[in-house]
Nanobody, 125 residues
Framework: QLQLVESGGGLVQPGGSLRLSCAAS????????IGWFRQAPGKEREGVSC????????NYVDSVKGRFTISRDNAKNTVYLQMNSLKPEDTAVYYC??????????????????WGQGTLVTVSS
């Protein structure tokens, strides 16, 4: 069974940091392009960052550029999202997703094969 499990969410003050983890089981992350998405209350899910399986290239939504960093540790079969300088508007449930299309730079909703269950990030004083 293919599964992704997120962890690392929690409550943090504005300006603080969190590192989210996305651990895979039942498959090898090396061959999958991984994306982090988030959904705030009353809003649609949006793509935050992604890392390609083919060349390791990364992408970020403009609102998190310079603050978030995505990385992968294939030995641990895990992808991370380091989030620094957090803002209240970063509050959301964060999900990771995987797809295996060759040459994909970011997961496309139509082709995502596995979603995690989500982890809540709350940025508040």
């Amino acid at each position: 069974q293919l599964q992704l499990v997120e962890s690392g969410g929690g409550l943090v003050q504005p300006g603080g940091s969190l590192r989210l983890s996305c651990a895979a089981s039942g498959f090898t992350l090396d061959y999958y392009t991984i994306g982090w998405f988030r959904q705030a209350p009353g809003k649609e899910r949006e793509g935050v960052s992604c890392i390609s399986s083919s060349d390791g290239s990364t992408n970020y939504v403009d609102s998190v550029k310079g603050r978030f960093t995505i990385s992968r540790d294939n030995a641990k079969n895990t992808v991370y999202l380091q989030m620094n300088s957090l803002k209240p508007e970063d509050t959301a449930v964060y999900y990771c997703a995987a797809e295996s299309r060759v040459g994909s730079s970011c997961p496309d909703y139509s082709y995502v094969e596995v979603w995690g269950q989500g982890t809540l990030v709350t940025v508040s004083s």
